[in-house]
Structure formats: C-alpha cells, structure tokens
C-alpha cells in the first residue's frame, strides 16, 4: 500500500511516501517559508537531497509542486499519482469524538476547525493541507490521525482538572499531544529489547522545540505532561509549559492585558526564547550559554529541571520504569542535555554512560543507541523518532476499520456475542490454596463456566485492604502458577488499593491484599487487578469476524442504556466458545443483566 503522509505546519509543509508493505521510505521532502520570500523545495530521494527556491504563496501551491515533484524526480520511486493509495494527514487534536484515525469527510474537518482555538498555530494550516490535497487528489481516501489518539488509555483520575465537574463532562480534561511519536518509541524500544511492549513500563521523553514527557504501561499511555492544550507540562520552545494559572488574572489586572496578549506571550513569546532572550533553538541558546551568557544557561538548567521533574513523577505512576527513552530533536542529538536530565536519579535506577553518551548517534538504519551505565537499573535509550511513519501506519488502520468487519453493525445475519458479567473472583496457586484452607486441600467444584474450561468452586475467601475489607470472593478453578484477583474499580476503592485495568497474568507492579481463608491468613505483595474487558473466540469465530488475536476491537450492548465498549481485546483458543467477560461497574454502566449479547462493530487496532 502507498501512502503520502502530510504534515501542515503554518509556514511549511513536510512531506513522505511509504510503502506499507515494506514500511520503507520512497520519497521525503519539505516545503518552507510558505507566504514568505525566499520558499524553498527541499527533496530526499534514493538518499540524494536536492534544494530548489520556488514560488509558494500558500499551502495549495506548494502541494501542487510537491505532487508534480514526487512523479518527475529523477529514480521517482511511482509513476503517477494514480500510484498513490491515500493521503495521510497529521493533526493535533482529535477532542473527545476523534478518538482514533478516521476517513475525512465534513463532520472530520468541521471538528478540526472548531479545536483551532485550542491549536491556534496548527489547526489553520493542517486544515489548509487537508483541503489542498483533497482538490489535488479527489478520488482517494484521506485519513486523519491525531497527535491526541494515543492518549485516549490515560485514566479518569490523570485526566480530570479540579474544576467543577460540568467542564469535565464538556471534554475539558488532559488530553496529551506528541502521540504518534511516543507512540512509536515505545515500539522500538520493545523491538530493541527483545520484549513483549505489554510487558514494559517506559518514560518516554520526546524533547524537541515542542516538548513533552509520557509514561507508558504496558504499551498503554497512562499519563503525559501536555494536558488540554499544549501549553502544559515541559518548558519548550516559546511555551511556558506549567504555569501557576493564578499568574493569568494577575498580569490582566496589573499589566493591562488583555486575554489575546495574554495568549500570545504565553505561545509564542515564552519558554526558552522568553528565558534566554536569545532563541528558542536549544542549539543557539547553548552557544550563547558557551560565551557566557547567564540567561541562556538558566534556560538549559530550567528545561532540563522539568523533564527531571516529570521523570520522578512517572517513575512513581508506573510503580518503577523498565525504560527510559529520549527522542526528538534535543532527546535525540543533546548530549549534555540528556545526562542533566537524569542526574541525581541514580536511587531511583537512573544512570547515564558518560562514554556512550558522547558517542551516541541515531540515524535511519540504527536508530536506537543505549546509553543506560550498566549499574543503572533502567534500560535507557535514544531512539530515533519516526512519526510519519507512524502516521502512514495509522492511516492504514483507519481504512482496515471500513473493511475489518464482515457483517454491516445492522445486517440481521450478524452473530450476536455472549457478554457475561464477571464478578469478583479468586484464582489460587496451590501453596496459596493449602495456606488458606489447609495442607492437602482440593478445590470442590460448584458449577461450570460457560466456557469450555473452568469452574466455579464451593469456596471463598475474604479481602483486607487498608480502608476495608471484601467478604465472598469466589475461587475459580483450576489452580494456577500465582494468585490474581480480579475485582472492579468500586471493589478496589473500598478495600483502598488502586487496582489497574490490565490482562490476566500480567501482575508486575500490581498492588498486593491480605486474604483470609478458613484456615489461615496471607499477604500477597501483588496480584489484584481490574480485569481488561475481552472476548474469548476459537479461531474458526475469530476467521468468522475477520479479526486475530489480541486485536483491540469495539463492541455495542443493548441494556436499560445502549453502550460502546471501546478498548476490548481478542483472546483466540483453540476449542473456547466466544463469550466477552466484563466486570459489574461495566455492567451497571448499561444496566445489562448477568447474561446478555453484544455484537463487533469495530477493529480499533492491531499490535
């Protein structure tokens, strides 16, 4: 599949075309200075560059010559644009309706425009690309894919402000940007290590003129330092990054100024320009540091200061990081930058190699370098980032979604799926079971599951967390290699523990629970979770609905409340009957009985 992946920015164009089938590179390029005197082409083909002035008074133009360039070039890697399968375009904010790539029709760029108060400086151009490319190239699908879809995993207690709760329900909530770049890091960095991503904690620290810091469980983004805007977070380039909001009302009231100034300061007059008084290039303001210049060092100690910061806290969300990454432009070629940026971590397992570092250097064909010292007890890497790449993987995903499923959501030949409730249970190892209920026990059995293996027993034990305690915890049976309790969100309020959604088996960096049985009491240092909702297929249903497994896909309920469950993961086995488990919070949510069918109406992903 040929994709064109286009980046609008509001003075350039950045450009490159991927052929998915082998994820290789055909063509890159940018136009800059857009509207500007002295625009200029430049073109990456077959690894030659070639610069050209052109005339680019705005964005339509200088895709027109971007299209004519990607046939004419000399070894053009298609032969016309009938080559090209779709366009994808990057955008910053999808809100909260965009919550993964999509086609674009109307009601895409109509959502895009209303956002551009919240993206003033990207929106108006990406928009403008959008549309470009649409006259250019009418007859092919265009996909958007947002800067914010990756952070759609981070969990309600991360994303809320402390306002009042209305704005929260009006989609005023952490949103995160820088997506599809931590996005793929975490990828590589998996890859690298040879290691199941969902198996990973990373801190994923994309630092460039627009900054941002994200933690990463088990490939799922949990927290990111940009929140609704992306003014948050990290000192960047012109942003101010975090910022005292009691600092707003204060400048208008005694520095005359009015909400435009206000925003204008805070955009594009702030950060380490606003510092340095220098740039907001890293590499100008360090030049400048070099010949003595105080405010230009205080700019390079405030930054790398915040990522510091970030990087303490989310060692803290994660329960402990497997991987530190650095990415972007200053992540990828600041040397000194990097070590600053960890020094004093070392009792949290953060330690830079000084001789790696200094010879760290990440290009196209070796894009990931280790620069972790060996007594760091964090992997630590400087991955090239590649979101264009990303994006054009995106893009694909946003067309298997049209095709994926086999059964129109409203053909009355659609299976319908078993959606079972599944309450509070307990799954024991047998040192576990014999500390409980005493040397020698055997679990007796109650009733079979409806699955082809498994059955609920006659016994139960008790939970004890430090707010309360959870009586009536059925055992499920067989016995397992280690004990895990799957409880829901509310359960693990009372007990007082904070439980994570994850799959089951993955317990590392679980909080643990007293359990009292008839015949004794144990303490497990981990083990409870909020189980991942997800539907166990054989293969011969998983064929049936055109999906495999461990695809992440969407499924609708009918209850008291119709109800799209988003975020449901494809278990296939052998000889299991399909049936999806969610918990009774999940369950309330649409009013659904113990038993009840849903059907798929969408793949969201692949991994």
């Known amino acids: 599949m040929i994709v064109l992946v286009i980046n609008s920015g509001s003075s350039s164009l950045k450009y490159e075309l991927f052929n998915l089938n082998t ?8 136009v800059t200075r857009i509207g500007m005197d002295g625009a200029e082409h430049i073109c990456i083909c077959a690894g030659e560059e070639t610069t050209s002035k052109i005339e680019a008074p705005d964005h339509l133009s200088s895709i027109k010559i971007v299209m004519e360039n990607i046939t004419k070039v000399e070894s053009a890697p298609i032969k016309t644009l009938s080559d090209i399968e779709a366009v994808a375009h990057r955008v910053g904010h999808g809100g909260s309706v965009n919550r993964g790539p999509v086609v674009i029709d109307q009601a895409v760029k109509d959502e895009i425009k209303n956002l551009i108060p919240l993206m003033p400086l990207h929106h108006p151009a990406m928009l403008t690309g959008i ?36 704005y929260y329900e009006k989609g005023i909530r952490k949103l995160g940007y820088h ?34 810091v994200c933690a990463i469980q088990r490939g799922h983004s949990i927290d990111t330092s940009m929140g609704f805007s992306p003014l948050q977070g990290l000192l960047m380039g012109t942003r101010t990054g975090d910022l005292d909001p009691g600092i707003i009302p204060y400048l208008m009231r005694n520095e005359g100024l009015e909400i435009d100034e206000i925003d204008n300061i805070i955009n594009t007059e702030s950060g380490l320009l606003g510092i340095s008084g220098v740039s907001s290039d890293m590499r100008e303001i360090i030049a400048a540091a070099d010949q003595g210049n105080t405010r230009a060092c205080l700019a390079i100690q405030s930054y790398c200061y915040r990522v510091k910061q970030y990087i303490g806290a989310y060692t803290a969300v994660l329960g402990g990081a497997d991987v530190l990454v650095f990415t972007g432009g200053v992540g990828e070629n600041g040397v000194s930058e990097r070590a600053r940026c960890v020094q004093g971590l070392e009792r949290l397992g953060f330690a830079v190699d000084q001789l790696r570092n200094e010879r760290c250097i990440v290009r196209d064909d070796a894009p990931v370098f280790e620069i972790g010292a060996p007594y760091s007890n964090t992997t630590i890497l400087v991955i090239a980032t590649n979101e264009e790449l990303m994006i054009a993987r995106q893009c694909a995903k946003a067309l298997d979604f049209k095709r994926s499923i086999k059964h129109d959501i409203h053909a009355t030949d659609k299976r319908p799926i078993r959606v079972s ?37 006659h016994e139960t034990v008790s939970l004890v967390g430090p707010r309360g305690r959870i ?42 629970v007293t359990v009292e049985g008839p015949e004794g009491t144990i303490t497990i240092p981990e083990g409870v979770i909020v189980a991942m909702r997800h539907i166990h297929m054989s293969p011969e249903d998983a064929d049936y609905y055109g999906v495999k497994n461990r695809d992440m896909v969407m499924v609708k309920v009918e209850g008291e409340s119709e109800l ?11 000889g299991r009957k399909t049936e999806m488990h969610i918990d009774t919070d999940e369950a309330n949510a649409a009013d659904l009985p113990p038993v009840s069918q ?5 793949i969201e992903s692949r991994e």
Do not use: W
Request: net charge negative; hydrophobic share 35%.
């Open 179 to 212: 997506g599809n770049s931590h996005e793929y890091v975490a990828l590589k960095a998996a890859e690298f290590l040879e290691t199941p991503l969902r198996r990973l904690n990373i801190i994923s620290c994309h630092l460039g003129n627009g900054a941002s």
């Open 564 to 574: 799209i469950y988003g975020d449901v993961m494809i278990r296939v086995t052998e």
């Open 421 to 457: 409730v599944s309450a509070r249970h307990a799954h024991l190892s047998k040192s576990d079971l014999e500390s409980l209920f005493g040397q020698g026990y055997e679990l007796t059995e109650k009733s079979s599951l409806h699955l082809d293996e498994g059955f609920a027993s």
């Open 598 to 602: 849903g059907y798929l109406v969408r």
């Open 131 to 166: 549309e470009s490319c649409q006259k250019l190239l009418p007859d092919i699908p265009h996909v958007a894919v947002f800067d914010t879809a990756f952070h759609r995993t981070i969990p309600e207690e991360a994303a809320i402000y402390g306002l009042p709760y209305e």
């Open 23 to 30: 994820e290789g590179s055909l063509l890159s390029g940018a």
């Open 471 to 512: 009586d009536n915890v059925r055992v499920i049976g067989p016995l397992r290699s280690s004990t895990q309790f799957e409880i829901s969100s509310t359960e693990g309020f009372k007990l007082g523990i904070d439980a994570p959604v994850r799959e089951s088996g993955n317990l590392k960096g679980t909080p643990g």
